[in-house]
């Protein structure tokens, strides 16, 4: 007897393990979080659900299947440990939205009575403009923006049928000019101390109507235009028109552009807004008739979700949206996997992953973002040890819509991380940073890069010479930059090097004012192999540096801080370094005979009208210049995949045909 029930007890528990490992919890936004999370009975909240998991301390594996509608974050969904070996995925064919903001309704949005508020306005716009009331609409308070700073502020945005909106602003397109420089004020990014604030002038009178006493931002590029900061005006002189910031630039005022933020005086067109924090009085002139429009403001400024120190866990099929900081944060967790997720209208970054090992980011489309959309960052770069994390088959485009400047479609950072099979596209800036070791950048496609800036490429790598054997291969870049200006497709930057170029192809990335298709900045143990450039300035470009520039870089000059990066972050001289990178030995006490060069071999170019400069070696037996088609399948529709009679390769029979269909996204 006893034998038979020990037997049936055992029987019943493994019943009950079964059960759980074949757990599915449901949500709906009809639901109730009394109700048991049935498909017939479902939780009405994330929240619940994640809960109910945890009930079970050794639960399964658990399916949650969210069901169609928008759910209002008004604090951070989190997971953690505790949430492991759960799959959350949207129901077939229905839209969820995980929101950071809050619906504004068209009756919330009567036309603008308030005579003083009119006569700011202009006349063009006194019909149109619409007042919401935040205070009513739930805001207890909204933060006002910061003297300086870079990026964008805290303050709620305003988006419509899921577009974002413009604070108001002038010029209404392109920027304005700084006409003369009455003074740069101080250079703090050249150690200057001092404080003096930079006053100059713009040729159009317009700036000296506006009421700088409720704040007037200047989002400038003050001396170059890689780099980007918004600034308060401090006051603007009503005759001479002398505008004076109320701190310095980082690079002080030496030139350069900006355009004016956060005027009510210059919500003069359809689509612009204006906030005013402390009366908490939204503006604004719809650009399409409100009465069935979805407007949004996006109130939430943390991450809309978190998981930490979690394992196996998918979040699948769901739209993530109007976020005042990085819609998603993964950190310190493995096998987490974000799949075919839409993260849009974010003030920040869309995904932000950093640590843990083995993560993937798949499939996923990502755009309209303030700063950027991938942070990929695991490994160790002490023992170079690898992380494995991937970054795949995403789309991703329109994602520095606030900071125009370094902020990244991908960053790819840390050991043993791969950007695999994405297309990127329409970045006023660089698309793909990289900043570690050992990391993989193939099958991309990038198009329409670096179209507003100069001195930058699409894909980035600068500053460290101990990241290194990064491999950039199989990759289509076409369009980057615009001619005459100092761009390239791929930038080693202030002595980086020690990475491989390889099978790419480039078509118009022109390469002016000394750059190339690809380029390098004072480094070397750089290698071009396989590659086709095509419809390019310069193939290879670099500037060399001398022999005392390396040493005082080495020693801690330059504005490199290289004994720190070198030494301490890593030691490049230790067993683990030299080992993996034998052309590490010796690097620190380099000698006035020690070759410092960069490598082209096997490559093809199509209409260049220069094969390189500087410190690039290109064997001519090696390096094939053509006027010609070398044999493509059809380059007037973009195939750029090699015909078996192609004449390449007569001229070059070794070179190795490039999976060119392979590049891009999978078909799912």
């Not at 067109?269 to 604004?284: M, N, T, W």
């Not at 390019?536 to 060399?544: E, I, N, Q």
Request: with cysteine; charged share 25%; proline share 5%.
């Amino acid at each position: 007897m006893r034998t038979y029930t020990t037997a049936l007890c055992f029987f019943l528990s493994m019943l009950t393990v079964a059960a759980r490992g074949a757990a599915t919890l449901h949500v709906s936004v009809n639901g109730d979080d009394r109700n048991a999370g049935t498909e017939a009975r479902p939780f009405a909240t994330l929240s619940r659900a994640r809960d109910e998991i945890r009930k079970q301390s050794n639960h399964g594996a658990v399916t949650v299947i969210v069901h169609a509608g928008t759910y209002r974050q008004t604090e951070t969904f989190q997971l953690d440990a505790r949430d492991s070996d759960a799959h959350w995925q949207a129901a077939p064919g229905e839209e969820v939205r995980i929101d950071g903001g809050i619906r504004i309704d068209a009756k919330a949005l009567p036309p603008v009575k308030d005579e003083a508020i009119l006569k700011r306005l202009p006349e063009s716009a006194r019909a149109h403009v619409l007042v919401a009331d935040l205070a009513t609409l739930g805001l207890q308070s909204v933060a006002n923006w910061p003297m300086q700073f870079r990026g964008s502020p805290k303050t709620p945005e305003l988006f419509f049928n899921d577009q974002r909106m413009q604070v108001a602003r002038w010029p209404n397109e392109g920027w304005a000019t700084i006409n003369k420089v009455i003074d740069p004020g101080a250079d703090p990014r050249d150690g200057d101390k001092s404080g003096r604030l930079p006053v100059f002038t713009v040729s159009d009178p317009r700036p000296r109507g506006w009421n700088t006493n409720e704040g007037v931002w200047l989002y400038g590029q003050f001396t170059y235009n890689w780099y980007d900061e918004v600034t308060r005006v401090k006051s603007i002189d009503r005759e001479s028109g002398a505008i004076t910031l109320a701190l310095p630039a980082l690079y002080s005022v030496k030139s350069g552009r900006f355009y004016a933020l956060n005027l009510l005086e210059e919500l003069d067109s359809p689509g612009e807004f204006y906030i005013d924090a402390a009366k908490r009085k939204l503006y604004f002139w719809p650009p399409a008739p409100i009465e069935r429009a979805r407007i949004a403001l996006s109130t939430l400024a943390a991450p809309l979700l978190t998981i930490s120190k979690a394992k196996n866990i998918t979040i699948s099929g769901m739209t993530f949206e109007d976020d005042l900081t990085n819609c998603i944060r993964v950190s310190d967790s493995s096998s987490v996997r974000i799949d075919r997720c839409t993260v849009r209208n974010a003030r920040e970054l869309a995904i932000d992953l950093n640590g843990g090992s083995d993560d993937v980011i798949d499939s996923c489309e990502i755009y309209d973002t303030g700063a950027g959309g991938i942070h990929l960052e695991g490994g160790d770069r002490k023992t170079l040890t690898p992380a494995h994390h991937v970054a795949s088959n995403n789309k991703i485009h329109d994602f520095s819509q606030l900071q125009r400047t370094a902020a990244y479609a991908i960053t790819i950072a840390g050991v043993g991380n791969k950007a695999a099979h994405n297309l990127i596209y329409n970045g006023p800036h660089q698309a793909i940073l990289i900043a570690g070791n050992d990391n993989f950048i193939e099958y991309n496609m990038l198009h329409d890069i670096v179209t507003d800036a100069s001195d930058a490429g699409a894909v980035y790598k600068g500053r460290d010479p101990s990241c290194r054997g990064n491999v950039i291969r199989y990759n289509f870049f076409r369009d980057i930059g615009r001619p005459g200006n100092m761009t390239c497709a791929v930038y080693f930057d202030d002595g980086d090097g020690g990475d491989s170029v390889i099978g790419n192809i480039f078509l118009r990335c022109w390469g002016d004012q000394g750059m190339g298709a690809i380029f390098s900045h004072g480094g070397f143990d750089i290698l071009a192999q396989n590659n086709i450039i095509i419809d390019s300035k310069r193939a290879f470009g670099s500037t060399p540096w001398t022999f005392e520039r390396w040493k005082d870089a080495l020693n801690g000059g330059q504005d490199c801080n290289y004994p720190t990066k070198l030494l301490k972050n890593v030691d490049i001289t230790s067993d683990v370094y030299t080992k993996h990178y034998p052309e590490l030995i010796g690097f620190m006490n380099p000698q006035p005979t020690t070759p410092r060069n960069n490598h082209a071999i096997n490559n093809v170019l199509v209409r260049c009208g220069e094969v390189s400069n500087g410190n690039w070696k290109c064997d001519p037996k090696t390096t094939w210049s053509t006027k010609d088609d070398p044999g493509f399948v059809d380059a007037a529709h973009d195939d750029f995949r090699l015909r078996s009679d192609a004449e390449l390769h007569k001229h070059l029979p070794g070179f190795k045909p490039i999976p060119f269909a392979e590049i891009g996204p999978k078909k799912q």
